[in-house]
């Protein structure tokens, strides 16, 4: 997608009644999702939380409440976000690869996606209603909770199980119903309400910090399009057929490998495990097992940096070989008479497949990799840069630009589609 095709497609989709009620339909339940972001759970006292989180200036914290849309420092309703959905997403996937039932239902295609659905679900509510009670003891430790009382303990508790299992349902229905990927969609409207504070703390730099911030961005974003837009094309050669009585021609057609095929899916599920050593340390206090490991993965240490980019490298290859699996598209090859020039149909062509995608994947997962951490690195040298890679880094560019570029990618082939239906009317 160039930079000129973009305007067009937005252009083109208002023009559209049926994508134009799907565009106003997504905004409506972002409206309503920015809005839950608003509304604090009963019996908290705003001021003290305020204080509370301003005294503690923990990083995880704030990382926290920017995936939230800066919904924890009010303590709402939506203040867990969509990150217990995305830990159970996760822990799902991984479960697959262990558990040979999970395994099979992956693979029984549109039901056995719907029952793995239904497992995060469940296990999402879980997570958040575990979440919950974390949030209440370790702000009540901080005294950001005057009054408490196990009465008021179980309320907040369930309002906030209760405002993730809304924010889940929200983002399934902007997936059905709406344009894009739901849960992508509600994480990138929480870190782009972040943006006016960045631009409030860039204005506020020494020039030449501002300098360096604005030309990292701009390398930030320029990267992640380009990247983002590589494909290897595999060419796919089709033999002639014999369909009842009629001899179909074959055709010369091409396989689209990209080089990112994972998307900003590693970036998110790298964040959300980084972050639990220093999150356990926050609750678990000094002194403790988890405080030891988040004091050697400090969040701006070398070892953090390393170890957040070889998450990012291992789920980029993770998430790949579950997006991709060269032996089913092998034998859908085989099934339809297609057939890779110079490559045996069947078991080669999926090995040949295979090797492809592991040298393209390497590339990309670096990619991302350093894209990610290079606003790390560079706050260490420049601490200053803290007032815009504070609240924006590297992974929240990421994910932006990531999103948005998906989004627009989904509403272009949209487009598309309804272009061949009209024709074919």
């Known amino acids: 997608m160039t930079s000129t095709s973009i305007l067009p497609s937005i252009l ?18 972002l409206l309503i999702f920015r809005f839950g972001s608003f509304i604090p759970v009963p019996g908290v006292d705003l001021q003290a939380l305020e204080a509370a989180i301003d005294a503690r200036g923990s990083r995880v914290l704030d990382f926290l409440n920017l995936f939230a849309g800066g919904a924890l420092t009010r303590f709402a309703v939506f203040a867990l976000g969509i990150m217990p959905y995305i830990t159970a997403s996760i822990i799902l996937q991984l479960m697959t690869v262990v558990i040979p039932n999970l395994e099979k239902l992956q693979k029984e295609g549109e039901s056995g996606q719907q029952k793995m659905t239904q497992y995060t679900r469940y296990l999402t509510v879980v997570l958040a209603f575990v979440q919950s009670i974390a949030y209440v003891l370790y702000f009540q430790s901080q005294d950001a909770l005057p009054g408490f009382s196990p009465g008021r303990f ?6 906030l199980t209760a405002g993730t299992t809304l924010v889940m349902w929200l983002g399934e229905l902007i997936t059905q119903r709406g344009v894009g990927n739901g849960m992508s969609l509600l994480i990138f409207v929480s870190i782009v309400a972040s943006v006016p504070t960045a631009i409030e703390g860039w204005i506020g730099a020494p020039p030449v910090t501002q300098a360096i911030i604005l ?5 930030v974003i320029v990267g992640v399009v380009f990247v983002n837009e590589g494909q290897r094309r595999i060419p796919i050669q089709y033999a002639k057929r014999v369909v009842g009585r009629r001899m179909t021609s074959g055709g ?11 998307g900003v899916i590693p970036v998110i599920f790298a964040s959300s495990i980084v972050i639990i050593p220093p999150l356990m340390a926050e609750l678990g206090g000094r002194g403790s097992f988890f405080q030891n490991v988040s004091d050697f993965l400090a969040p701006g240490s070398y070892y953090y940096i390393g170890f957040e980019a070889l998450l990012i490298v291992l ?3 993770f998430y790949t070989a579950v997006q991709f699996n060269p032996v089913d598209q092998a034998d859908n090859l085989k099934k339809h008479g297609g057939f890779i020039p110079g490559v045996r149909p069947g078991r080669p062509t999926a090995v040949y497949l295979d090797r492809v995608l592991t ?3 390497l590339p990309g997962a670096i990619y991302l990799a350093i894209v990610a951490e290079l606003p790390n690195l560079v706050f260490r040298f420049l ?5 815009v890679f504070g609240v924006i880094g590297g992974t929240s560019i990421l994910i932006v630009v990531g999103v948005a570029l998906d989004t627009m990618r989904q509403m272009e082939a949209q487009l598309m589609m309804r272009q061949y239906e009209g024709f074919l009317k």
């Open 383 to 387: 601490p200053e840069s803290n007032v």
């Open 359 to 361: 040298r393209l994947t």
């Open 252 to 262: 010369t057609t091409y396989m689209p490998l990209r080089v990112n095929m994972a």
């Open 215 to 219: 030309f990292i961005t701009i390398l």
């Open 315 to 317: 789920f980029t290859y």
């Open 12 to 29: 083109n989709s208002l023009r559209s009644p049926e994508l134009r009620k799907k565009l106003l339909f997504t905004a409506f339940i």
């Open 154 to 159: 179980y309320l907040i508790v369930l309002s």
